[in-house]
């Protein structure tokens, strides 16, 4: 049997963590040149020197890392959801395979169009995401912040000034704010499906840069994405650390499945599914009062350090560049897309008229976005803003792992909110 096995690897916490790509859709959205991308992991990888140091009277934040309590007493290192994992989320896939198999012929022919269809810039950049798996990654995801904080960012990188960030969200597999909650090999082997190259290998366009082999996979399951899951958990926790960028962040980590479906690598559904677990690993953590409190660190260190190198607050900067139409996407954009990448356009499976059932802990990553909200109406705007039912992985029970497949959290982050004298809680313009 499977199940003792896979006790047996969380008991020895043998769950390795998953590698994390970032990429976006060209078709999209204004991006970063893709020929910037290789360069600007080799030039603003992290460094283990110490960090770079300004006089005093510079007005220079004196970032400090975290002490050695910090990485120790998590209980979101492991799920919320039974058994320890994330396989409720994405249990829906078993049905799928054993009553809907129209569902996965589509699925394989949209892998093939992306992959097949896909430009040779676009493959440039899903080359270079795919090489962010083991550290650096938050300098392929700069672009998110726009040009202007971006290059800041990426400056602030390389001269090793945010000890914080990188401890907790940018190196690799031993980033902190991840664990074995952050994994989805447990998911993998329940699910034991095989990757579309080794489905349709004739078919397939094999992208390999001359770099590494993309495809020293075989054999190696494919549901759900682990890559998806390790971008979306740490852009998602950016997000709810960072929400002046929250719906662009959230956005540029929906995409990082994309880049390997470009690949050929992953499935539509794989990672819609990585995306689902990565999404309710980074409620796990939010729910967490330690790790939040971390996260929030990491948040305000990225904050200060962008307001000095600029010279001006962080929303003024965002602001400006949005307004010259030069952000990496607009809140609108960024909504949609995400929308987007919730489905790939598959057909829906199963009732398409069903009230939305918000998952356990979301309400969460709206915290620091909606701080005047209480619980209960940060999900009534997670409701208002999700998307319609029906969809593959929709989880149409009541159960307490919800629809993950379902949570528009960019749309939920650019709503406009407001509560009347009377306490009506309105949102885009609508009573909610």
């Given at each position: 049997?499977v199940l003792p096995r896979l006790s047996a690897l ?95 012929a589509e699925n394989l022919n949209i892998t093939l ?320």
């Open positions: 049997m969380l008991i020895t916490g043998a769950v390795a963590m998953q590698a994390v790509v970032a990429p976006a859709s060209a078709a999209t959205l204004p991006l970063a040149p893709p020929q910037q991308l290789q360069e600007l992991q080799e030039q603003y990888a992290p460094s283990s020197l110490p960090a770079t140091t300004y006089p005093a009277e510079s007005g220079a934040p004196q970032p400090q890392p975290f002490g050695p309590d910090a990485y120790f007493g998590y209980i979101s290192d492991i799920s919320s959801y039974p058994g320890g994992t994330y396989y409720s989320v994405v249990d829906g896939f078993a049905d799928l395979r054993a009553n809907h198999p129209d569902t996965l169009s992306i992959n097949n269809s896909a430009s040779p810039e676009r493959i440039t950049r899903a080359q270079a995401d795919a090489r962010a798996d083991s550290g650096g990654l938050l300098g392929t995801l700069s672009d998110a912040f726009g040009p202007t904080l971006g290059e800041q960012l990426r400056a602030a990188i390389a001269e090793n000034r945010l000890p914080k960030t990188r401890a907790f969200l940018d190196s690799g597999y031993v980033s902190r704010a991840q664990g074995i909650a952050a994994s989805t090999l447990v998911e993998k082997e329940i699910f034991n499906y095989p990757r579309p190259f080794e489905v349709a290998p004739e078919l397939i366009n094999k992208h390999n840069d001359g770099r590494e082999d993309y495809y020293a996979l075989n054999g190696s399951a494919s549901f759900p994405s682990g890559h998806t899951n390790q971008a979306v958990l740490i852009t998602t926790l950016l997000a709810a650390a960072l929400p002046e960028l929250g719906p662009q962040l959230l956005a540029r980590g929906s995409e990082a499945g994309e880049s390997w479906v470009v690949m050929g690598v992953h499935y539509p559904l794989d990672v819609i599914g990585g995306r689902m677990t990565g999404t309710a690993a980074a409620a796990d953590h939010f729910n967490d009062p330690k790790m939040r409190d971390a996260l929030n660190q990491v948040g305000q260190e990225i904050r200060t350090e962008l307001t000095w190198r600029t010279g001006k607050p962080l929303t003024e900067t965002i602001a400006a560049e949005q307004a010259a139409g030069r952000a990496y996407a607009s809140n609108a954009q960024a909504a949609t897309i995400y929308a987007n990448q919730a489905t790939y356009g598959l057909a829906p499976v199963y009732a398409t008229d069903r009230p939305m059932n918000i998952p356990q802990g979301a309400p969460v990553l709206l915290h620091n976005r909606f701080p005047e909200l209480s619980w209960e109406q940060r999900a009534r705007v997670i409701a208002a803003t999700a998307l319609p039912s029906g969809s593959p992985l929709d989880k149409q029970d009541n159960g307490a792992a919800g629809s993950w497949q379902r949570v528009n959290l960019a749309a939920a982050f650019a709503a406009e909110v407001t509560v009347a004298p009377n306490g009506e809680l309105s949102v885009n313009g609508s009573p909610v």
